[in-house]
């Protein structure tokens, strides 16, 4: 049936005891049945803890508080992004996200067009920020001070590989070396400036495209960013979580490294912004169907984003979307 998946907002929920892999992107995430069940515990969890240096310090959660209020909405201004409807959306997928739109606008819901520009180079800078983050984490995990040791010798002076190539070279999965290898270029003295300085820009332009269209401000800014029109001010954004089907185990297994970062599209620019964002299971129609296999998934994900902090107004929202498409 499908599991609901919940990010807060980067710095709400401690990070104490979390194995890092990029500070600037690590955020402690829910997964439970239902929207009630992901409130109830978010509710708990939400507190500052000294042990986690991102924890956002009591004054900036007031300022927060204060910035949102205690609103409880009936309708929402759902922001419907062009960006987000790419040519790779599966048609199903597509069918599935038109189908929860026109819902939400049947039930009293207003929909408005809103553009992310940023959006379309999110995935690339997420690719290169993150990488290089856990290149820098992941260098301590050598054997002697973190982590699995080899049993035999750890370095082979016939081959010229260095101390710890061994170790690094069991311990780690082809993936995380992937990753590794590529962050360790990206910050290397020939590529930092034209690829992980530039990220970084990327970074900031995705965040102001965000601050830009909601309602609310952002509260760890003194200003909001310029905005043409009143009407593109949202207070949530609706897009799918992945352009595709959930794949199956076997899916996965056959999928290159491209094809697998490409699920990521829709998600990392709210990561790259630290914004809170949920996904909820959304059960495919008799015809939406049509044609699948015994053991294909039945349901797509849709995901719905909110103004950082704001993730009180987003889980509202999210419980009314759960309602209406039972």
């Not at 597509?94 to 180079?121: C, D, E, K, M, N």
């Not at 983050?133 to 002076?157: C, F, H, M, Q, V």
Request: charged share 20%; hydrophobic share 35%; glycine share 8%.
């Amino acid at each position: 049936m499908g599991v609901v998946g919940f990010k807060p907002s980067y710095g709400l929920l401690s990070r104490w005891g979390v194995i890092q892999y990029a500070n600037s992107l690590d955020t402690v995430g829910i997964l439970a049945r239902n929207v009630g069940d992901v409130r109830k515990l978010f509710w708990c969890l939400n507190w500052h803890d000294a042990q986690d240096p991102t924890s956002l310090p009591v004054s900036v959660r007031h300022r927060m508080k204060k910035t949102n209020g205690m609103q409880i909405k009936k309708k929402f201004r759902i922001g419907v992004p062009a960006e987000y409807n790419i040519e790779e959306l599966s048609p199903i997928v597509r069918s599935a996200y038109i189908r929860t739109l026109t819902t939400l606008q049947s039930a009293g819901h207003t929909l408005y067009p809103i553009s992310l520009p940023s959006t379309r180079q999110a995935l690339s800078a997420y690719y290169v920020l993150a990488p290089a983050e856990a290149s820098s984490n992941l260098a301590k995990y050598d054997g002697i001070r973190y982590g699995y040791r080899t049993s035999g010798p750890d370095a082979s002076p016939k081959k010229n590989s260095p101390l710890f190539a061994q170790t690094r070279g069991e311990g780690l999965g082809d993936e995380v070396k992937r990753r590794i290898l590529l962050g360790a270029y990206t910050l290397s003295s020939e590529a930092i400036d034209n690829h992980f300085i530039q990220a970084q820009k990327v970074r900031r332009l995705v965040q102001r495209d965000f601050d830009r269209v909601f309602a609310k401000s952002n509260p760890l800014l003194d200003a909001r960013p310029f905005m043409s029109s009143h009407t593109e001010r949202v207070d949530v954004i609706l897009t799918p979580t992945a352009p595709t089907l959930p794949p199956t185990v076997e899916d996965v297994k056959q999928q290159g490294p491209v094809e697998s970062y490409m699920n990521d599209v829709f998600t990392v620019p709210a990561s790259l912004a630290g914004l809170p964002a949920i996904s909820l299971p959304v059960q495919l129609s008799e015809k939406e169907k049509h044609g699948m296999g015994e053991e294909d998934v039945k349901s797509v994900g849709m995901q719905i984003l909110g103004q950082f902090g704001n993730d009180e107004v987003m889980l509202e929202a999210a419980g009314a979307v759960e309602e209406l498409l039972r």
